[in-house]
């Protein structure tokens, strides 16, 4: 097997040399386990988070051990009563191309018409906390004004298109020119951060929808949460999903110097991690995946080839080099 480890927990943004491809022969498969090889792998913003050495919500990761991640893949010999040669699957044995695990800790795909790797974005886990955001933590209702961060990745793009359909007026921030294009053609009006500052981005919000928004969905932290806070309405949810453009801050991050609009909207702003509401995503797989596979939803991926390309695939999400699911194809 080969795979991907660290050997040291990096500051700021990870040089590509943190990421070793190591290789080792796999143990004999064990009763109860499966042995699967990976066709997909996932990378997602919250593995900089499991890089620092220190527990979170999720235990980290073990320096020399081999990364983990969201992957699908075909198992290639099962000493699990449960799955045979052949059968599709979705696990965390992922930054590898063959992964053996308990059988406890895999889980069959689900038959929806649409490409396998749409169940580690649009119908997986990204998929699952655009809605448990809007749905669960904002408490979305039909004609609210919605803005959005990152509204152009796996979680945001979800996210525009649930908000969308609730007929208020929505916003997305992104970064380049063919994201807000992508925006802009789901009736989503698409505002451009780069080279703003709060305040601009802030004006160019209002200028977008000079109502304000009942419901921000948060991906991005800093400058983007200031200018969200200056275009609440009254009685305003935020469901904070990720703050993105943090994840690398070696330092203390700067706060938003308006948090008394939180007072002033009498706003609430509350976090949430999707792994405690996944209780919804077999709901969410069963309402969405139809929609999905007769193209209802949009979804859009950015895919790096080859193993090797992992931790460069995952570096580009901190430079918005993906435009929907950034995934590796093996
Ligand atoms: P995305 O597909 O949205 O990829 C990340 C995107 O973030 C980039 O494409 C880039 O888009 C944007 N970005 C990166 N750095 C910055 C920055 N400094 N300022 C502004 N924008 C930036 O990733 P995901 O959809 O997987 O995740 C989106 C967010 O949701 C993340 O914050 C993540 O941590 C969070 N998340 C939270 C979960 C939870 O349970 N709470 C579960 C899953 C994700 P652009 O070109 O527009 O800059």
Not at 179 to 205: H, M, N, P, T
Not at 293 to 308: C, N, R
Request: with cysteine.
């Amino acid at each position: 097997s080969r795979y991907f480890t660290i050997h040291d927990h990096p500051q700021g943004l990870p040089d590509r040399e943190l990421f070793k491809l190591e290789e080792s022969d796999l143990p004999e498969l064990q009763d109860g386990e499966v042995r699967i090889r990976n066709t997909w792998l996932s990378v997602d913003p919250y593995m900089r988070g499991r890089m620092d050495g220190v527990t979170t919500y999720i235990e980290p990761f073990e320096l020399g051990k081999p990364l983990e991640g969201a992957a699908v893949g075909e198992v290639i010999e099962s000493r699990d009563s449960r799955f045979k040669e052949g059968d599709k699957v979705r696990h965390m044995g992922g930054w590898r191309d063959i992964a053996q695990l308990p059988g406890n800790q895999v889980e069959s795909l689900p038959d929806f018409d649409v490409p396998e790797q749409a169940y580690l974005g649009v119908l997986g886990m990204p998929g699952t906390t655009a809605w448990v955001g809007l749905n669960i933590i904002a408490e979305i209702k039909e004609g609210d004004n919605v803005l959005v961060s990152a509204a152009s990745g796996a979680v945001g793009s979800l996210a525009v298109q649930l908000a969308k359909a609730k007929g208020g007026t929505v916003v997305g921030i992104a970064g380049d020119q063919k994201k807000l294009d992508w925006l802009e053609s789901k009736g989503i009006k698409a505002v451009s951060y780069k080279g703003k500052d709060a305040r601009q981005l802030s004006e160019d919000i209002k200028n977008a929808c000079p109502e304000g928004f009942d419901v921000y969905y948060e991906n991005v932290g800093g400058d983007c949460l200031e200018a969200a806070l200056n275009n609440l309405k009254v009685g305003a949810r935020i469901a904070v999903c990720g703050m993105i453009s943090r994840y690398n801050d070696e330092g203390p991050s700067a706060g938003p110097s308006n948090l008394a609009m939180i007072l002033i909207r009498r706003a609430r702003m509350q976090g949430f991690i999707v792994f405690d509401h996944w209780q919804h995503h077999t709901d969410f797989i069963n309402e969405f995946g139809p929609k999905v596979a007769k193209g209802e939803i949009d979804y859009q991926e950015t895919v790096e080839e080859g193993l090797e390309k992992t931790p460069d695939a995952f570096l580009k999400l901190f430079e918005g080099g993906n435009q929907g699911k950034m995934l590796v194809k093996l």
